[in-house]
RNA sequence: GCCUCAGUGGCGGAAUCGGUAGACGCACAGGACUUAAAAUCCUGCGUGAGUUAAAUCACGUGUCGGUUCAAGUCCGACCUGAGGCACCA
């Protein structure tokens, strides 16, 4: 057992004191490496056992690359603006500065304790008015370029916290903090454009090394569509309204329209008699919360306003309705409806009795050339009493199927499938429930040796009664009347345009996929995206509509009715124009108030009378009293650090050209949407502005696992038992300990339950390889070939592992170079301070302490060179093969390099066990794969 | 409902390109040391059959099917779990 908290307050006092890792940002005679930690929020609860993964991640390749000859950025700092402190101040009146520094002292010694290995010197603080500054300077930037801007929209207010929410702070109509209901509310509100950078935040994720999960919600979240604009005329109003569609091939199934209630033409355009619904039904959903309309959407609601819409490509009267399932805030907050083909409009028609007319028809079966047409029903009869359903069983000659038949000339579909179930079966008391939609059917008629394309109608029956009549068939007709269940149905029934149609007999739902267009004069005959393309060029010709693309992504709201948030730069004049401060006016500091909570639903800087009214260019200004929000802080601070105590600019444009971009950011999923978004436009925006050189800030990103308890849950409030303070694990075990068990747990970004007896394993590596150095007595100046292949080999995984993250394995590799030195008994001077640099990134107090105390060196072991292998050590004379016969390993045999494959083939088959299968049957293959195997095939 | 990821011993987890499934650790069992315990060191450890012991054989990576000489790995369908989005036209 070694002294863990001698060792380690001996180290981490070292480091401080000889400030071993200040970077010297303007060294730029080596390669950089910018290793980049998501900065922590000072709450007042510490740290537990789950925060420190991503650190300690980020820490090791920091270790690693400056032994590697790398100049390593590797800053931390505190993004200190935000709720709690805010609550704090409102509770006790007191200025949330003070219980901000506080929580950051507490936060500070806790990573200082986990012996990361950070520049302190660069430490910088979102709160702190010398950085604020810049983050007001760049909202300026963004004011004066028309990107912040103010504007009158729906918002999502949170009357709990007595503020607006940006999108991605509501979770499920709820506020993200504290699970408050979010209402939908029309103010005026500072926002940012993100959309006008949509494409460019769309665009930049293909070249990024960053998890598909998080580029994939990032695109889900932008949500670019493309579709067309198409112009819909008020018949007998002289107005116009535009749906925004990405089914413009549709068009000629649209029996309906829906506008938003909240859409601005809704009162012009509804007739008089209607007017009372409209208002009611205005009324009712304008006062549902997100959450009551999210919960309430099972069931569509809407009113028919009583005016009517012309279809552009055919002239066709279709009824306008209101509904909220239409919302005023996505596309043109108008659509046209077509039932047929859309999910939404099909529940909604089917409820209003709205008329739904087929455009597109699915195929099915192979289109062959010199085909005949033919237009044919499939007939499908429920017996209600038994659960079953009435079918057809030919054997050999087409297996189970409904009853199916050949329309006659000027016969309906209905007619056809009467006649063809009495003639058939015999039943003839049915009564007709629905006619399905058509589909496109091609097949081959062996008894007739002809290519078929048929339109066949589905057709749902139920049995009224068992009443039959005598069967009329053909001589050639040859099958047995079967009812079965569903369940036999779908294993029993291969015929897809039988099984289609069964399915849409039993299923209310409307028809999605592709397809070939009906009923649509010059798009019939064509697929999904050939009509698409020819509408869009037929609206544009006709000036009808027009292509284009619609973004999900909304402006960004960039103002909270909060105080501890950066002061908007910005005063309004009594004439309502708006002005950024002067420069020379930033920052602008936040004033102190006897009252931080703010009165009836006004910012709480509405207190702040003397602060408040200004006199700008010689005109009296009020200024802006909301905040900004958490996320801009955050927005940008990976870039302060490269010159965090620059005054004239945000930083030095030498230095951010020299160390961005980020080469490996770790954090939490968490922020997958929010900060990562918002931070990748404010860079792009920089980018712009010639401020920066590259357009993505973060090269690799990846997303740490969360630590679950030993039970197996989210550690937090729920269970406190289960939490674990790494302060404790470092008092008990050492730091070392707790980096090494961390690490060794299982892949960074996979979820892990803690578990003490792991602990106790990792403390048991660190006091073996101890011992190693310390007792056994086998550090020599001699060499032992025996070691030369592992050593080479655990030097080669380790540094690879590293590199990609791959902390578990690695580790795994140094237990297995010690259990190999423990068996010997010379350990070569070479591999054992080799070791121990590669040991170092991952326990750094125990190595350092190694490294001085037996090993002998004066210096930190931090910049030491690290450790390289010959790759010549890593080959092996002889290799073993396996010899697999059918497939099964049946031996084993020892080769070496230069044993031909013939001779393989022969060692294999000289095996005794393997001549056991070989003898007497035929060889049929023989696969020879060097150094792995000789595989036999025999019959 | 849609998108993304995952599912391997008693447990955490390993396994480049398809090529000996279960590395490493924990737990457990046996042994050595010890008056004894702890610590340490050594050995064993997927399940079943087989044997004094081996050899050997069968089964085995969520389920079912497919491709292949060969599948944890590739393909198809499904089940379960996690995360995200959700009336986005």
């Known amino acids: 057992m070694y002294d863990h908290i001698e060792i380690e307050n001996k180290w981490k006092k070292y480091w401080e004191d000889n400030k071993t890792f200040k970077t010297d940002v303007w060294d730029f005679s080596k390669p950089k490496f910018y290793a980049l930690d998501m900065f922590p929020y000072p709450s007042g609860v510490a740290l537990h056992a789950g925060h420190p993964f991503g650190y300690v991640a980020t820490d090791i390749v920091s270790r690693m690359k400056r032994m590697q000859g790398y100049n390593v950025l590797h800053p931390i700092g505190f993004d200190s603006f935000g709720l709690p402190a805010e609550q704090f101040a409102i509770k006790t009146g007191k200025h949330p500065n003070g219980f901000t520094e506080a929580n950051m002292k507490t936060m500070r010694l806790q990573l200082k304790t986990l012996g990361l290995s950070y520049d302190w010197d660069r430490e ?23 990107l912040a801007k103010q504007i009158n929209m729906p918002v999502n207010w949170c009357e709990e916290l007595g503020t607006v929410l940006a999108n991605d702070e509501v979770i499920d109509g709820k506020s993200e903090r504290g699970g408050y209901p979010v209402v939908r509310k029309n103010m005026k509100q500072w926002v940012i454009d993100i959309p006008k950078y949509a494409e460019k935040l769309l665009s930049g994720l293909n070249d990024l090394d960053w998890p598909e999960s998080t580029k994939e919600m990032q695109r889900n979240w932008i949500g670019k569509s493309i579709g067309a604009l198409v112009d819909f005329k008020v018949d007998n109003f002289n107005e116009t309204f535009t749906v925004f569609t990405t089914r413009c091939d549709t068009l000629f199934g649209a029996t309906y329209c829906v506008l938003s209630p909240e859409h601005e033409l809704v009162d012009k355009i509804t007739t008089e008699d209607k007017k009372e619904d409209v208002r009611k039904y205005k009324e009712e959903s304008s006062k549902k919360t997100d959450l009551e309309r999210t919960e309430l959407n099972k069931e569509k609601t809407g009113v028919f306003i009583g005016s009517y819409a012309i279809n552009p490509v055919n002239g066709k009267k279709i009824p306008i309705w209101i509904s909220d399932y239409v919302l005023a805030s996505y596309g043109t907050g108008a659509i046209m409806a077509v039932p047929a083909h859309d999910s939404r409009d099909y529940e909604f028609a089917k409820k209003f009795n709205i008329e739904i007319i087929q455009v597109l028809e699915e195929v099915t079966g192979t289109p062959h050339e010199g085909e005949t047409h033919k237009d044919s029903i499939v007939a499908v009869v429920y017996d209600k009493k038994n659960d079953k359903y009435l079918t057809i069983n030919w054997k050999e000659n087409g297996g189970r199927l409904f009853v199916g038949g050949t329309r006659k000339e000027n016969e309906s579909a209905l007619d056809c499938a009467l006649r063809e179930i009495k003639e058939e079966t015999g039943y003839d008391d049915l009564e007709f429930v629905k006619e399905t939609f058509k589909i496109n059917h091609h097949y081959y008629a062996y008894n007739k040796d002809k290519y078929f394309e048929i339109e066949s109608t589905g057709l749902l029956f139920n049995l009224k009664s068992d009443h039959k009549v005598a069967q009329n068939l053909d001589d050639d007709e040859n099958f047995i009347v079967e009812w079965v269940n569903k369940d036999q149905i779908e294993s029993e029934v291969k015929d897809e345009l039988h099984l289609k149609t069964f399915n849409y007999c039993i299923n209310e739902e409307a028809m999605i996929g592709d397809g070939i267009h009906i009923n649509s004069e010059f798009l019939n ?85 003397d602060w408040k009214y200004v006199t700008i260019d010689g005109k009296k200004a009020k200024r802006e009293t909301s905040t900004m929000p958490g996320s801009a802080g955050s927005s940008w601070y990976f870039l302060r650090y490269i010159d965090p105590n620059n005054d004239n600019e945000l930083a030095n444009k030498q230095l951010l050209d020299y160390w961005m971009p980020v080469d490996l950011y770790v954090g939490g999923p968490e922020h997958a949407v929010g900060h990562l978004l918002y931070a990748r436009m404010w860079n792009n925006y920089l980018y712009d502005k010639g401020i ?200 084993k045999i020892e080769v070496s390099m230069d044993t031909t494959e013939e001779e393989m083939k022969k060692l294999a088959k000289n095996i005794d066990n393997v001549k056991n299968y070989i003898d007497g049957k035929e060889i049929i293959k023989e696969v020879v794969v060097p150094k792995k195997l000789v595989s036999i095939v025999v019959k």
């Open 124 to 146: 910088i603080s979102t709160h702190d008015p010398k950085y604020y500054k810049w983050t007001q300077w760049i909202f300026k930037k963004m004011y004066e370029d028309g």
């Open 525 to 609: 005959g064509l697929n999904k995206q050939d009509a698409i393309d020819k509408m869009i060029e037929f609206l544009e010709k006709n000036n009808l509509g027009k292509k284009k693309i619609n973004y999900r992504l909304r402006e960004w709201i960039f103002a909270r009715q909060r105080y501890w948030g950066e002061p908007i730069p910005i005063v309004e004049f009594e004439d309502g124009t708006t002005k950024a401060l002067d420069d020379k006016d930033l920052p602008l500091v936040l004033p102190e108030l006897d009252d931080y909570k703010g009165k009836n639903g006004n910012p709480p800087l509405e207190n702040a009378e």
């Open 692 to 891: 920066l050189s590259i357009k993505e800030p973060f090269k690799r990103l990846v997303h740490q696992g969360m630590l679950l308890g030993a039970n197996g849950v989210k550690m937090g409030k729920r269970f406190p038992e289960y939490v674990i303070n790494p302060n404790d694990i470092a008092k008990k075990f050492g730091t070392d300990t707790f980096r090494l068990y961390e690490m060794f747990m299982g892949p960074l970004e996979a979820e892990k339950p803690w578990s003490d007896s792991g602990v106790e394993g990792a403390r048991k590596f660190l006091d073996r390889v101890y011992r190693l150095y310390t007792q056994e007595n086998k550090i020599s100046d001699s060499e032992n070939p025996n070691l030369d292949k592992i050593y080479n080999q655990t030097v080669k995984k380790v540094t690879e592992d590293y590199e990609n993250l791959g902390f578990n394995t690695a580790i795994s590799q140094l237990m297995i170079f010690v259990n190999a030195v423990y068996k010997e008994d010379i350990f070569p001077r070479k591999y054992a301070e080799g070791f121990i640099k590669l040991l170092n990134p991952v326990s750094p107090y125990i190595t350092e302490e190694l490294w001085n105390k037996v090993l002998g060196y004066d210096n930190t072991i931090s910049y030491e060179s690290w450790p390289t292998y010959d790759e010549s050590k890593l080959k092996d004379e002889t290799y073993q093969m396996v010899v697999q016969i059918n497939g099964k390993v049946r031996g």
